[in-house]
């Protein structure tokens, strides 16, 4: 008897222990990942890679399920991760410079204090491409071109109010030329229109040229550092432009994440980085990391946001 | 580069390998007969699956699913009037009068068998020919685009119907549609009225299937009277072994069909419902009985399914050779590849030579499958639908579309959006307004519109740009060509009628 209500009074405290230690233990059931674009996209494929390596990390036999929210270039996404609980349930993914750009130049329904920042994974570097039958093949001869005529160099891009639209501002500021935009819907319709010669230079991101080294002439890339994907592109600071940017993709939370939640993810992203096999894929992938973690993340944000509001102001895109 | 074509063979003739080429081509077939799914969505859809796969067995299944949809499509075209994808609106014009005279199975057995034949030869062209034509590929810019475009609303003015005033009504709604979103190239935002789910456009699954699926299947409810259900559910077949020969007169068609359905699936945005309906045409024009397209014609079938089935592996030319997609379906396929770490371009080619070649194999193989696995399902299982009680089959139909129509984005904004285009359809059928003009400037009035503002601010607002170059001349001649020949091929048989009155 007294061994009976013993081994009960036992069962008890352990039950509590573990039911409290439970309640504090996150995750307890599955996290949504939210993407903000169809399956099979760049964003869509860092999602996919990573979220594997974040199970593993954050423990608990937690599952990650991605799940794609297209439209909008990404805003539909954004703004359901803005509006979902704070509870560390639902992340989402996040593209600069473009989440930023929409709360300027739509109405967005979030704001740059809407999110808790967790990690900046893919920094992709914007180069200048140029076709190969062109012969403008230096930053030197474009520039010339640019400056001889007025509206004699047409830039193929992929969209407006994306991250090679402001660095083609930054180009058009730092070498006081004008450039015609030709805004195509989507890189492939940009790539093609490059590719035959049918525009004089295209904005496109490293990762993307990579494979087509033959194909097209590159004039730069705007990394502070070369990138190691392609060693032998000259950065545009070497060759005397101060000119840096890029597309940047990452992951965040609906703001106001309880501080625990919040730092078991920024260890579990900090610890996926640093996984090896981690950064294998992304490179198979052809995702040019960096990483950007919780505070830097968000000043990240706040100088992308600066930079999309001085362009918005002095030359806005509509 | 043939060298690695054969050793690439036998890793695709593996057992697993085959079978998810036959699970894709099967999986194709239905999804492509459900009206609201689509080949784009389906694999779209597989793609998260296939994460952990082996590579070939994923894009197994997609060239499976591929050209197995394009044939799917036609299953429902034929038999109910609505067409299971976009590819398939011009099947429906000759394949559905054929299955009211009792002729459905013969209309689904010409359809799997020109979808194979335009598959098989897609699939040479892609193993043998792909590096010249990527190169064909980048002759076309925004200027010769836009002319294809217009080439393509010139070609096919005859859809317009026997009600030019409705057909033109029509087809202004159509580009009305084609209007609505942001304006890539000043991004301000047409008729959107503020919802973000309007922002990238209408997809063409949800007019489509608005247009197209609701008014019949509504229609199918109005028939409540339980008719002999056992006789329209006989499709008069016989063996599809039997059917081959009589179909050999339409070898003509099959060879004209594939090579505008390679052609188109080169271009860059440019899909199979582009390919059909051009290839629909020429057929027409160069049948000795025209007037008797649109009315039971196989040719008509035979036309359409070939060129629909001949733009798949040729949209993948330029995608994996220089990662522009030449459809929707092989933007999404290259969404696929890209998750197992396999970038396009010519890197590919030499670096996992065993997949890409691989790849190639398993579309001749699909469609070769279709054959057998479409011409089995097609004559039998498939009409056993027709033996459902008519409102039942109406609302399967009914639910199946939601499902469809929801799962393109997640979202119930494009389910209601999709029932007032249904709304739309409904009172369209009843007042005799045309469908396919609506499909067809929802796809090129877009094209057109965007291609030409382009081109325009290449040419820095100068349009002699748009006869710079050669082949934009060549597709200007095109253009004059079909609007110019019918009038003088009238005004010929006038002044011959008038002399044989003279004399």
């Known amino acids: ?318 | 580069m043939y060298g690695n074509l054969i050793d690439a063979l036998p890793a695709v003739l593996s057992l697993g390998n085959i079978f998810a080429v036959v699970i894709g081509v099967i999986a194709g077939i239905c999804v492509g007969a459900l009206p609201g799914l689509s080949a784009t969505m389906a694999i779209s859809v597989l793609i998260p699956f296939t994460f952990g796969m082996d590579p070939l067995v994923a894009l197994g299944m997609m060239a499976g699913i591929y050209n197995g949809a394009m044939y799917g499509g036609s299953i429902p075209a034929v038999l109910l009037r609505i067409p299971g994808t976009p590819a398939a609106v011009a099947t429906s014009f000759d394949g559905y009068p054929m299955a009211q005279q009792g002729r459905g199975g013969y209309a689904l057995q010409v359809a799997v068998v020109s979808s194979a034949l335009g598959g098989i030869a897609s699939a040479l062209v892609l193993m043998l020919l792909a590096p010249p034509l990527a190169k064909v590929t980048l002759l076309f810019g925004p200027t010769e685009i836009f002319w294809v475009a217009v080439f393509g609303m010139s070609a096919i003015v005859f859809l317009l119907g026997g009600d030019i005033i409705k057909g033109l009504i029509s087809a202004a709604f159509g580009v009305f549609v084609s209007l609505i979103g942001v304006d890539t190239i000043t991004g301000y935002e047409r008729y959107t009225f503020g919802h973000l789910e309007l922002l990238d456009g209408i997809n063409i699954v949800v007019l489509l299937v608005g247009l197209y699926a609701l008014p019949p299947a509504i229609g199918l409810l109005e028939e409540v009277r339980d008719f002999d259900t056992q006789n329209t559910g006989r499709l008069n077949t016989t063996s599809i072994w039997k059917a081959i020969p009589s179909m050999l007169k339409y070898w003509k068609t099959w060879l004209r069909s594939s090579v505008i359905g390679v052609f188109v699936g080169i271009l860059p945005g440019a899909g199979g419902s582009m390919a059909a309906f051009l290839s629909y045409n020429e057929a027409r024009r160069a049948s000795k009985n025209p007037e008797d397209w649109g009315k039971g014609e196989p040719e008509g079938v035979a036309a359409s399914e070939t060129s629909n089935n001949a733009d798949t592996a040729a949209a993948l030319i330029p995608a994996l050779t220089l990662g522009i997609p030449g459809t929707a379906v092989a933007a999404v396929m290259l969404g696929g590849l890209l998750i197992h770490g396999l970038q396009p371009g010519p890197m590919l080619f030499r670096d996992n030579p065993e997949i890409v070649f691989g790849f190639m194999w398993q579309f001749l193989f699909a469609a070769i499958l279709l054959i057998f696995l479409g011409g089995a399902l097609a004559t039998n299982s498939f009409a056993q639908v027709l033996r459902l009680p008519r409102p039942l089959l109406g609302a399967i139909i009914i639910a199946l579309v939601f499902i469809g129509v929801y799962s393109i984005n997640n979202r119930m904004f494009d389910v209601y959006l999709m029932l007032g285009f249904g709304l739309i359809g409904y009172f369209m059928d009843k007042l005799k307004f045309p469908l396919p003009p609506v499909v067809l400037g929802l796809i090129l009035g877009g094209f057109a519109e965007q291609n030409l503002r382009l081109a325009l601010r290449i040419g820095g607002g100068d349009w002699s740009i748009l006869a710079s170059s050669p082949t934009a001349k060549v597709l200007i001649a095109m253009v004059l060509l079909v609007i110019v020949s019918p009038i003088i091929s009238r005004r010929l048989r006038a002044r011959k009628a008038s002399k044989k009155v003279a004399a």
């Not at chain 1, 590719?195 to 033959?214: C, K, L, Q, Y």
Request: glycine residues 8%.
């Open chain 1, 1 to 318: 008897m007294g061994f009976k209500s013993l081994s009960v009074a036992a069962a008890l405290i352990v039950s509590c222990i573990t039911t409290t230690s439970a309640l504090a233990e996150y995750p307890e059931k599955k996290i949504d990942m939210i993407v903000g674009f169809a399956a099979g996209g760049g964003t869509d494929v860092m999602a996919r890679n990573i979220a594997p390596y974040l199970e593993k990390y954050l423990g608990n036999g937690v599952s990650v399920v991605v799940k794609n929210m297209p439209g909008a270039s990404g805003q539909i996404g954004i703004t359901a991760v803005a509006e979902a609980d704070p509870d560390g349930y639902t992340i989402g993914t996040y593209n600069l410079p473009g989440a930023m750009a929409r709360t300027l130049d739509r109405n967005a329904d979030y704001d740059a204090d809407s999110f808790t920042y967790l990690a900046n994974i893919v920094n992709d570097p914007n180069v200048i491409v140029t076709p190969k039958s062109s012969d403008i093949d230096t930053m030197d001869k474009l520039v010339e071109a640019a400056k001889a005529r007025s509206g004699a160099v047409t830039v193929a891009m992929s969209s407006l109010g994306g991250d090679d639209h402001f660095f083609l501002q930054k180009l058009s500021s730092a070498t006081g030329a004008d450039y015609i935009t030709v805004p195509f819907s989507g890189s492939a319709p940009a790539r093609s229109a490059l590719m035959g010669g049918h525009v004089t230079m295209g904005i496109i991101n490293v990762s993307e040229v990579v494979n087509f080294r033959d194909e097209l002439n590159v004039l730069g890339i705007a990394s502070k550092e070369r990138s190691n994907m392609a060693e032998d592109i000259p950065t545009f600071q070497e060759q005397g432009y101060d000119l840096v940017n890029g597309s940047l993709r990452g992951f965040v939370a609906p703001a106001g994440l309880p501080d625990d939640v919040e730092s078991k993810l920024l260890a579990a992203f900090q610890q996926t980085y640093d996984d090896p096999d981690f950064q294998t894929a992304m490179r198979k992938s052809g995702n040019p990391t960096e990483l950007a973690l919780g505070d830097d993340f968000e000043a990240l944000n706040a100088e992308q946001l600066e930079l999309a509001k001085q362009i918005w102001e002095t030359q806005p895109w509509k």
